[in-house]
Nanobody
Framework: QVQLVESGGGLVQAGGSLRLSCAASGRTDSTNAMGWYRQAPGKEREFVASITWSGGSTSYADSVKGRFTISRDNAKTTVYLQMSSLKPEDTAIYFC??????????????WGQGTQVTVSS
């Protein structure tokens, strides 16, 4: 059982920056990866970025490459999303997730409540 707490959302002007944080608690000793999805109004949830916990390998959606940077703090079981050069189309609720190993080849995803990011023109 894992709990995720997100913070850092807000309103920012286009071209600005925001830094999101997500701290995990509970069963964090089996973390495989953490990352972010987002959901814009009327849209389905889409992948944004992820990072593996042991190796720190990152993955990004094409729409955010070069603008967003994901990082982690293993000791704090916290993942960050540094968002720069924000565009109005980045406006969405951003959800943190963690992928936790429950068996040798079985894992589960846990989700945060989401934090609103609004980018104005």
């Amino acid at each position: 059982q894992v709990q995720l707490v997100e913070s850092g959302g807000g309103l920012v002007q286009a071209g600005g920056s925001l830094r999101l944080s997500c701290a995990a608690s509970g069963r964090t000793d089996s973390t495989n990866a953490m990352g972010w999805y987002r959901q814009a109004p009327g849209k389905e949830r889409e992948f944004v970025a992820s990072i593996t916990w042991s190796g720190g390998s990152t993955s990004y959606a094409d729409s955010v490459k070069g603008r967003f940077t994901i990082s982690r703090d293993n000791a704090k079981t916290t993942v960050y999303l540094q968002m720069s050069s924000l565009k109005p189309e980045d406006t969405a609720i951003y959800f943190c997730y963690t992928n936790v190993r429950v068996l040798l080849f079985t894992s589960e995803n846990y989700w945060g409540q989401g934090t609103q990011v609004t980018v104005s023109s």
